[in-house]
């Protein structure tokens, strides 16, 4: 049976991951990190199932250079040898409202993608690179699996922006949601171990990692999410503010003369938890906080008080199954979880403590008669591969 590649190429990193196929289900097998791109310290990592993980340098790689040596090294490692790859699967940022669901990329396809640049300037065009290197040095079905995607589903209500309609309707502004991959992946997974059908299933998903979004779920849709036009709106996360007064920007035009560029960078690279705190770490800003650090704790407060001010928000949609955690922080912080769901009871929301803490085997850690809360492990390349798969039968 053949293999399927999974590319994620981003401006700073590409990662792949290899994929064998099992009973018509994609098994995950390697994968590869090239670190760094462009500078002199890049590095390449590969690791898994049953092989040394083995690191080489790629000084001042592209993109394209570090696909190459992910190829090679895959198959020097013998995980898979170009003559055994089936279909490659690309993660593609933005979608714009053109894909609701991925699609067997074509020339017009990755016309598209590249159209949708405009939107997503870091994301789209290092997205497009991998796959324009993977066309042209393979003559393999390839798929691209859109972030946006699963939030097409939102209704008008929930996409539009209380701005000028001639305006949206000319430049394609409004709410688009990021996350759609993992707020799918991870929906499916909680209505499986609940065994509820999924066009049944509603939830409340919270992805919080370094980028942070909450996406409300009903009857297998997503009909809410906190991300907006860009990644920028909505939670607290690790470099980024999330909401604030779009004022701002212009206040500080005037006082400080920052520019658009400059309150870009600002709002995206030097907000949220860093600006804060001085960091961007979680595990760090936690213990900083348990050991009485100010900021940090300050920190930690706005960032579950956005959450839950998303959660507020999203129960007015309706009791749902459950209240879903993932990403780097809702998978491995018993302590923000503890404290986004503490205070919740009159809302049917109330955790376990000790299956918080301990996170038991199926991840739910919810009290008996309250709202089901779970953690589950995203798996974003798995959804990729899947829908790689089930397009493009390798
Ligand atoms: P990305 O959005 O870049 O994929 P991740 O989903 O890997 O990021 O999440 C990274 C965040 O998860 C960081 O803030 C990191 O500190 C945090 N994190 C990872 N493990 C823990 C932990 N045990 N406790 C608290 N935070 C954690």
Do not use: W
């Amino acid at each position: 049976m053949k293999k399927i590649l999974v590319i994620n190429s981003g401006s700073s990193t590409v990662k792949a991951d290899v994929f064998a196929v099992e009973n018509n289900q994609p098994v995950f097998q390697a994968k590869a990190l090239a670190d760094k791109i462009g500078k002199a310290d890049g590095s390449l990592t590969v690791k898994g199932k049953g092989i040394e993980t083995r690191t080489v340098a790629i000084a001042g790689a592209s993109i394209e250079t570090a696909i190459r040596e992910i190829i090679e090294v895959f198959a020097a490692a013998g995980i898979c040898a170009r003559e055994n790859l089936g279909a490659i699967g690309h993660r593609v940022v933005h979608g714009g409202s053109k894909f609701s669901a991925p699609a067997i990329i074509t020339d017009e396809i990755t016309a598209v993608i590249s159209e949708m640049s405009v939107f997503a300037p870091l994301h789209n065009p290092a997205n497009l690179a991998g796959i324009q290197f993977c066309r042209a040095h393979f003559t393999l079905p390839q798929v691209a699996v859109f972030d946006t995607a699963f939030h097409q589903t939102m209704p008008a209500v929930a996409t539009t922006y209380a701005i000028p309609r001639e305006l949206s309707e000319k430049y394609g502004i409004r709410r688009y949601g990021f996350h759609g991959t993992s707020h799918e992946y991870v929906t499916h997974e909680c209505a499986r171990r609940m065994s509820i059908p999924y066009e049944k299933f509603s939830a409340i998903s919270l992805h919080l990692g370094n980028g942070a979004s909450a996406c409300a779920v009903q009857n297998g849709k997503s009909i809410d999410t906190s991300m907006g036009f860009t990644p920028l709106e909505g939670l607290v996360m690790g470099t980024r503010s999330g909401d604030v007064d779009p004022s701002l920007p212009f206040f500080l035009q005037n006082m400080v003369g920052l520019s658009a560029a400059d309150a870009e960078s600002l709002f995206n690279k030097k907000s949220g938890l860093l600006g804060i705190s001085g960091s961007n770490d979680m595990r760090e800003i936690v213990s900083r906080a348990d050991a009485g650090d100010a900021a940090a704790l300050l920190a930690v407060e706005i960032f579950c008080a956005r959450v839950r001010k998303y959660i507020g928000a999203y129960l007015t949609h309706g009791r749902p199954h459950a209240l879903i955690f993932t990403g780097g922080i809702g998978e491995n912080s018993p302590a923000i979880r503890q404290r986004v769901l503490t205070g919740l009871g009159h809302l049917g929301i109330a955790p376990d403590r000790q299956k918080n803490a301990a996170l038991p085997e199926g991840g739910c850690i919810s009290a008996e008669n309250a709202i089901a809360v779970f953690v589950i492990n995203t798996d974003e390349e798995l959804m990729i591969a899947r829908e790689t798969l089930r397009l493009a039968h390798p």
